[in-house]
């Protein structure tokens, strides 16, 4: 294989990996586990991948991609069709109009920041949901879901952070 093909099919390799890394994330996020009650109150590891993709690399993960990523989690977990997508495209859009704020910030900065977006996506969410079953449900399972998915981003964010710097070698 000569060195420019080598080199054409690392930078397309490169280019995927926030899709891939969302669409692992789905494939993960639809494993059982077989506690009782964890599965509604686990944490949304999509909605990580696509906030830290949206701030540190918005040009890879464009919003047609993220909406069929949100499709395909609607599908395996069995929610509503469009709930998941609509809201993910709605965080890629926020996160990456405002990833000037976050971006060269600290850390605390930015977990605080997805610590607003998540309360606000599952408040959203949840409320879709209710919309589209007419039923007020209970919201503690949601709080639940958001506040494990904040405590969970610092351990994904590093190891997001440290694929980011090996990947497009920034010091």
Same mark, same amino acid.
């Given at each position: 294989?000569?060195?420019?093909?080598?080199?054409?099919?690392?930078?397309?390799?490169?280019?995927?990996?926030?899709?891939?890394?969302?669409?692992?994330?789905?494939?993960? !996020?639809?494993?059982?586990?077989?506690?009782?009650? @964890?599965?509604?109150?686990?944490?949304?590891?999509?909605?990580?991948?696509?906030? @830290?993709?949206?701030?540190?690399?918005?040009?890879?993960?464009? !919003?047609?991609?993220?909406?069929?990523?949100?499709?395909?989690?609607?599908?395996?977990?069995? !929610?509503?069709?469009?709930?998941?997508?609509?809201?993910?495209?709605?965080?890629?859009?926020?996160?990456?109009? #405002?990833?000037?704020?976050?971006?060269?910030? !600290? @850390?605390?900065?930015?977990?605080?920041?997805?610590?607003?977006?998540?309360?606000?996506?599952? @408040?959203?969410?949840?409320?879709?949901?209710?919309?589209?079953?007419?039923?007020?449900?209970?919201?503690?399972?949601?709080?639940? #879901?958001?506040?494990?998915?904040?405590?969970?981003?610092?351990?994904?964010?590093?190891?997001?952070?440290?694929?980011? #710097?090996?990947?497009? #070698?920034?010091?």
């Amino acid at each position: 294989m000569t060195s420019t093909l080598s080199h054409r099919l690392d930078a397309i390799a490169r280019k995927f990996i926030p899709a891939a890394m969302g669409v692992f994330f789905v494939l993960i !996020s639809t494993v059982p586990y077989y506690i009782p009650g @964890f599965g509604t109150v686990s944490p949304n590891f999509v909605l990580i991948a696509v906030f @830290f993709w949206a701030i540190h690399r918005v040009e890879l993960i464009s !919003s047609v991609t993220v909406f069929f990523i949100g499709l395909l989690l609607d599908i395996l977990v069995g !929610s509503p069709p469009g709930i998941n997508a609509a809201v993910l495209v709605l965080v890629r859009t926020l996160s990456a109009m #405002q990833s000037r704020v976050f971006r060269g910030k !600290s @850390f605390l900065v930015l977990w605080w920041g997805f610590s607003l977006v998540a309360f606000c996506v599952g @408040f959203v969410t949840w409320g879709l949901n209710a919309i589209y079953t007419m039923t007020l449900m209970d919201p503690l399972p949601i709080i639940f #879901q958001m506040i494990m998915t904040v405590t969970v981003f610092p351990f994904l964010a590093w190891g997001f952070t440290k694929m980011h #710097q090996k990947l497009f #070698q920034i010091a």
